[in-house]
């Protein structure tokens, strides 16, 4: 059980379940634990320290596991609440499926039965932490991107399909003038169509194009970039679509016209 990232709220208003489940919980060395009593005490540290998991007994004085239970949904749609329960009861079921209890534990608590009811769920809350820091990874590499260079993506039909500020700027046009066209919109008339043939070839085989190519801004000055253009691959190894990544190199560029 990866446990050292997570941390879990048990709330069991008996003393001796408490203590049983409370040592298991610490001998797993979960990153925080926090115990209570009854389900008002519960929920009070459910909101001060917003724990990960909620595992919880359904019978308990002050506050029952339920009500707790839409306190915390209240608070968090998505935090895994586990009820521990002697038996079912069908107003308490469909009770239990309308506020989203995510799982069930019978009294008398098996410890194996308990440690793999949660790891379930403490898989499935790592591997929605590493998506999201993916996410997160991937949106700090298009800001990078989007700051240094200007990006276009086409359809498999080269239209054009995004364009960053970059290329806004770069280009004179807005998103609204180039978002359904081709690139053909910047064309400049002294670029060879070989240049372009070659360059639709190499791409629809699936491999990188990189080179040197001149065009016309909105206003009709020219302007040298070096492109890169990426087929993007899917899972059934088809090209879904493609990036471009664009420098403005015209105060570079001495090639003589």
């Known amino acids: 059980m990866t446990t050292n990232e997570i941390s879990i709220l048990f709330v069991e208003d008996d003393a001796a379940i408490r203590s049983e489940i409370s040592d298991f919980l610490h001998s797993k060395e979960f990153k925080n634990i926090y115990i209570a009593k009854d389900g008002q005490d519960g929920f009070l540290q459910y909101h001060k320290y917003k724990p990960d998991i909620v595992l919880t007994d359904l019978t308990m004085p002050i506050m029952d596991g339920l009500d707790m239970s839409r306190a915390i949904r209240l608070l968090n749609k998505s935090v895994p609440i586990l009820l521990i329960t002697s038996h079912f009861e069908k107003e308490v079921t469909e009770a239990a499926?309308?506020?989203?209890?995510?799982?069930?534990?019978?009294?008398p608590l098996a410890l194996e039965r308990v440690e793999k009811i949660l790891n379930k769920y403490?898989?499935?809350?790592?591997?929605k932490r590493e998506?999201?820091?993916?996410?997160?990874?991937l949106e700090e590499y298009k800001r990078v991107i989007?700051?240094?260079a200007s990006v276009t993506k086409t359809d498999t039909q080269g239209t054009i399909t995004y364009v960053n500020d970059a290329f806004c700027k770069m280009t004179g046009y807005t998103k609204d003038e180039v978002i359904g066209k081709n690139h053909k919109i910047i064309k400049h008339?002294?670029?060879q169509s070989k240049l372009h043939k070659e360059m639709w070839e190499t791409i629809s085989n699936k491999k990188v194009w990189h080179g040197r190519?001149?065009?016309?801004?909105k206003n009709k000055d020219t302007y040298y970039e070096h492109l890169v253009i990426v087929p993007i691959i899917n899972?059934?190894?088809m090209i879904?679509?493609?990036i471009a990544l664009k420098q403005d190199i015209t105060e570079l560029s001495t090639q003589k016209e």
Do not use: A
């Not at 403490?122 to 591997?127: A, C, P, S």
């Open 97 to 107: 499926v309308d506020i989203g209890i995510d799982g069930y534990l019978f009294k």
């Open 122 to 127: 403490i898989d499935r809350i790592l591997l």
């Open 131 to 137: 998506f999201k820091n993916e996410q997160k990874l």
């Open 146 to 148: 989007d700051m240094s």
């Open 189 to 191: 008339p002294d670029t």
């Open 213 to 217: 190519v001149k065009n016309l801004k």
């Open 235 to 237: 899972e059934e190894n």
């Open 240 to 242: 879904q679509e493609y």
